[in-house]
Antibody
Framework: EVQLVESGGGLVQPGGSLRLSCAAS????????MHWVRQAPGKGLVWVSR????????RYADSVKGRFTFSRDNAKNTLYLQMNSLRAEDTAVYYC??????????WGQGTLVTVSS | EIVLTQSPATLSVSPGERATLSCRAS??????LAWYQQKPGQAPRLLVY???SRATGIPARFSGSGSGTEFTLTITSLQSEDFAVYYC?????????FGQGTKVEIK
């Protein structure tokens, strides 16, 4: 069974940093591109970032470019999202997602990040 | 950036009836469109990809159609567990974008 388990969310002050993790199991993690998608409270889904299967290539939404860094450790089947210079508008549930061929085939349960003073 | 417009925003349907959800793209996305279902407090779940292919384990009452800029998700004979928010997503161009969602509620 495919499992994606996010952790690391919480309350952080504006300008602060947070690192999210996503532990994967039940599939050949190192073969898949992975993404982060976020959802602000009561709002829709927004793609944040993607990483290729070996971690050599990343891509970011303009809204987080230069502030977020997406990485992976295929030996540990784990993703990381380092989030710096956080803003109130980054408040959201962050989902790690498996790429099934452009679409998102499996989703984690999400971790809530709240940016507030 | 491709904008996806879903209609209606809210659809009120009685159990057992059919629901038809629309997703319109601001430019062609070929057949690179997916549909997701999200229930309160849960992560989204993939229903349809490639505009019309059902994901593993998705009941046959869910069907997708369309190509180019006009897409439809049809749910025949709505069950109680189908009341949720539905999102379309295009993966033809970067950045991948989602529609704003259609809420299917009990009439």
């Amino acid at each position: 069974e495919v499992q994606l388990v996010e952790s690391g969310g919480g309350l952080v002050q504006p300008g602060g940093s947070l690192r999210l993790s996503c532990a994967a199991s039940g599939f050949t993690f190192s073969s898949y591109w992975m993404h982060w998608v976020r959802q602000a409270p009561g709002k829709g889904l927004v793609w944040v970032s993607r990483i290729n299967s070996d971690g050599s290539s990343t891509r970011y939404a303009d809204s987080v470019k230069g502030r977020f860094t997406f990485s992976r450790d295929n030996a540990k089947n784990t993703l990381y999202l380092q989030m710096n210079s956080l803003r109130a508008e980054d408040t959201a549930v962050y989902y790690c997602v498996c790429d099934g061929g452009g679409y998102y085939s499996f989703w984690g349960q999400g971790t809530l990040v709240t940016v507030s003073s | 950036e491709i904008v996806l417009t879903q209609s209606p925003a809210t659809l009120s349907v009685s159990p057992g009836e059919r629901a038809t959800l629309s997703c319109r793209a601001s430019q062609s996305v070929s057949s690179n469109l997916a549909w997701y279902q999200q229930k309160p407090g849960q992560a989204p779940r993939l229903l349809v990809y490639g505009a019309s292919s059902r994901a593993t384990g998705i009941p046959a009452r869910f069907s997708g159609s369309g190509s180019g800029t006009e897409f439809t998700l049809t749910i025949t004979s709505l069950q109680s567990e189908d009341f949720a928010v539905y999102y379309c997503q295009q993966y033809n161009n970067w950045p991948k974008t989602f529609g704003q969602g259609t809420k299917v509620e009990i009439k």
